[in-house]
């Protein structure tokens, strides 16, 4: 039975339709301004980088111990800490979240059959969750439905809705953009690292929310990251 998280709207699992169906976009009118296009100057690295960035699902090997400490390091390491009065430290990622509460937690399955891994991004470590390689396997095989799953390493954002809700009232907006921007930096780092990224639209719901018995959770976000080549 499905556990429910108090005040969280569950947006279940987007899948395409069978029949799409033809909609015509919105034509913005009015005076225009031009732009320059001098930012790919300002920054050559960054727009090298970003005219490259594709989602890719050519995955050879799943990911590396040392490609996941770059890539987790790069987006989401915690850099500084500050205490608060909601019951828990406020944190300074790379990444930004609502209040510098961080409630997206990020989990590792580099291969099937594993265990989940939860990143600690204050200790910068991996913490092996005994006992989850099933859950694990589950949220695999609905990934594999949508992209070739076999050789790469899962990846899972969770949800703790109730740190949010400490600081505000009809947190699911917030938390959803959270996840979406922690989305957004792995697909750039992972760029940078030359792995091959690949978002996927489901959530991850039910497996992950059945991490936690007291209800806790809620999936938020999978995607898929591995190497291009063997070695």
Same mark, same amino acid.
């Given at each position: 039975?499905?556990r429910?998280?108090?005040?969280w709207l &569950?947006?279940g699992?987007?899948?395409p339709?069978q029949?799409p169906?033809?909609y $015509?976009p919105?034509q913005?009118?009015?005076?225009?301004? !031009?732009l320059?296009?001098?930012? @790919?100057a300002?920054?050559?690295? /960054?727009?090298?980088?970003?005219?490259g960035?594709?989602s890719?699902r050519?995955?050879v %090997?799943?990911?590396?111990l040392?490609d996941?400490? %770059?890539?987790?390091?790069?987006?989401?390491?915690?850099?500084?800490?500050q205490a608060s &009065?909601?019951?828990?430290?406020?944190?300074?990622?790379?990444?930004p979240?609502?209040?510098?509460i961080?409630?997206?937690?990020t989990?590792?399955?580099?291969?099937? &059959?594993?265990?989940?891994m939860y990143y600690? @991004?204050? %200790?910068?470590? /991996?913490?092996?969750?005994p006992g989850?390689?099933?859950?694990?396997?589950?949220a695999?095989?609905?990934? &594999?439905?949508?992209?070739?799953a076999?050789n790469? $390493?899962?990846?899972a954002?969770v949800?703790?809705p109730?740190?949010?809700?400490a600081?505000?009232?009809?947190?699911?907006?917030?938390?959803?953009?959270d %996840?979406?921007v922690l /989305?957004?930096y792995?697909?750039?780092?992972a760029?940078?690292?030359a792995l091959?990224?690949?978002?996927?639209?489901i $959530?991850g719901q039910?497996m992950?929310a059945?991490?936690d018995?007291q209800?806790r959770l809620c999936?938020?976000g999978m !995607?898929? /990251?591995?190497? $291009?080549h063997l070695?």
């Open positions: 039975m499905m429910s998280v108090p005040g &569950d947006l699992n987007p899948k339709k029949q169906e033809v $015509t919105m913005w009118s009015g005076p225009r301004v !031009a320059s296009s001098n930012g @790919a300002t920054a050559p690295h /960054l727009a090298t980088l970003l005219a960035r594709r890719r050519n995955f %090997a799943p990911a590396s040392d996941l400490a %770059a890539m987790l390091e790069l987006c989401c390491r915690t850099r500084e800490l &009065d909601l019951g828990f430290d406020l944190e300074f990622r790379p990444h979240s609502a209040g510098a961080h409630c997206v937690h989990l590792i399955q580099r291969e099937i &059959d594993e265990n989940w600690d @991004a204050h %200790a910068h470590q /991996l913490v092996s969750l989850s390689s099933l859950v694990a396997n589950a695999r095989n609905d990934a &594999d439905q949508l992209v070739p076999t790469a $390493t899962l990846i954002l949800a703790e109730g740190k949010a809700a600081k505000y009232m009809s947190p699911g907006s917030l938390i959803w953009r %996840a979406g /989305l957004g792995f697909s750039i780092c760029e940078a690292l091959s990224f690949c978002p996927l639209g $959530t039910p992950l059945e991490l018995e209800g999936g938020v !995607a898929l /990251l591995g190497r $291009t070695g």
